[in-house]
Structures are given as structure tokens and as C-alpha cells.
């Protein structure tokens, strides 16, 4: 079975520090990882994915993620945090095939907040 | 280019009114998801379209719950006698079904449901 944990609800970080959003994850096999942040009023976007190609991935917006299989973490960072980066961020597994067919659920963690003071 | 749309954006509802819930995938995508939102939690996974065949409703919470897509596009998610337990955002999302992008899946704004 799949899970995702994210470790903290809530990050705050003032404007130009860097920015580390944490998650763990359980799989049975080679998972699929992505980060989505979901700004108010708006859709989930999708930061970043990683599907068993580079161990440290690039997403937008300057943010990036390695997946360290020993720990089985994939935490989300940013060497500098702007305004516009407050929102909600979601660590997101992909194992479960559906049905027969090759589409994969989406399994979410509970979110992390993360609040940019001026 | 147009993305996933849903309608209404908002629904409030009294307990035990059948609601309706519409999805405009983006045109050309095969798969389509529905997610249930809690307040202060991430989405979960109600059912899974691909095409106009329901291949997955394992996530449906109960039998008042009811899916449909019935052209291969868009999609309606419809609750019975709603509860105040079934109050949150109910998120569609729609991906391609090939090789390379049977990952990412595309999400609409929500439908935020309130039961009073």
C-alpha cells in the first residue's frame, strides 16, 4: 500500500530564506513522486514529478526535490522563498495501477501550509 | 489553452437535497479522476473514468454517491440525500493515457459542497 507523510501542517519563512517542505513516503514498489501546491480559488498545479530518471529533480517557480530512496523521502526545497510561493503544497505518491489498465491513483498527504513573511 | 472546468464553483445545499456536479476535462484526455476534499486535508480518490467506462469506484464513500460519463468527456458526480459529513471540495482532474503522461493528471478549480 501506499502513504505519504508530511511532517509539518504549517512552515513559515521570511521572504529570501530558503524553504524546505518535508515528506516521507511508504511503497511497496518504485514509487512515482510529485509536489502539487494548490494556491486559494485555484487548481492544483503540479511542481514537480519524479519517475525513476534523476534522483534530484527541477520543477517551477526555482523549486526542486531528491528523492533518497534509503530514506524514503522526498522533501521539496527553494534556495529562496518569494511572496508569491504562499500556499498550500502537497506531497503526492503514484503505485497503485487502476483496474487493469496503466493509469496510477494519486495518493496525497495531508498538506503543508507555507506562510512568506515580508 | 483551456483547462479542466468545473460548475458550479460553489453549492450549498440542504441536508438531504440531491446535488450534481459537472467536469469539462481537457479536450482529448482519456482519464478523468474525482477527489473528495476535506477541509485541511489532502484529496482523495473517489473514482476513475477512462474513456466512458468507470474502471475504478473503489473511493466512493457510499452508495449515494454516483458517477457518470457517459460521452467520454464530460463528467457529472452526483449525490444523493446529501449529508452534512459529505460537505467539502470535490476536485476533477483529467490526464492523457500514454507511456509518458499517465502521471500527471490536470486539475479543475473544485466545487466547493456545504451541507447545512
Known amino acids: 500500500a501506499q502513504s505519504v507523510t508530511q511532517l509539518d501542517s504549517h512552515v513559515s519563512v521570511s521572504e529570501g530564506t530558503p524553504v524546505l517542505l518535508r515528506c516521507n513516503y511508504s511503497s511497496s514498489y518504485s514509487p512515482s513522486l510529485f509536489w502539487y501546491v494548490q494556491h486559494p480559488n485555484k487548481g492544483l498545479q503540479l511542481l514537480l514529478k519524479y519517475t525513476s530518471a534523476a534522483t534530484l529533480v527541477k520543477g517551477i517557480n526555482g523549486f526542486e526535490a531528491e528523492f533518497k530512496k534509503s530514506e524514503t523521502s522526498f522533501h521539496l526545497t527553494k534556495p529562496s522563498a518569494h511572496m508569491s510561493d504562499a500556499a498550500e503544497y502537497f506531497c503526492v505518491v503514484s503505485e497503485r495501477r487502476i483496474s487493469s489498465g496503466s493509469a496510477r491513483q494519486l495518493t496525497f498527504g495531508s498538506g503543508t501550509q507555507l506562510t512568506v513573511l515580508p | 489553452g483551456a483547462g479542466v472546468s468545473q460548475s458550479p464553483r460553489y453549492k450549498v445545499a440542504k441536508r438531504g437535497q440531491d446535488v450534481a456536479l459537472r467536469c469539462d476535462p481537457i479536450?482529448?484526455?482519456?482519464?478523468l479522476f474525482w477527489y473528495q476534499q476535506a477541509l485541511g486535508q489532502g484529496p482523495e480518490f473517489l473514482t476513475y473514468?477512462?474513456?466512458?467506462?468507470?474502471?475504478?469506484k473503489s473511493g466512493l464513500p457510499s452508495d449515494r454517491f454516483f458517477a457518470e460519463r457517459p460521452e467520454g468527456s464530460v463528467s457529472t458526480l452526483k449525490i444523493q440525500r446529501t449529508q452534512q459529513e459529505d460537505s467539502a471540495v470535490y476536485l476533477c482532474?483529467?490526464?492523457?493515457?500514454?507511456?509518458?503522461?499517465?502521471?500527471?493528471?490536470?486539475f479543475g478549480p473544485g466545487t466547493r459542497l456545504t451541507v447545512t
Open positions: 479536450s482529448g484526455h482519456v482519464s
Open positions: 473514468f477512462q474513456n466512458e467506462a468507470q474502471l475504478d
Open positions: 482532474a483529467s490526464s492523457l493515457l500514454d507511456r509518458i503522461s499517465t502521471y500527471e493528471q490536470y
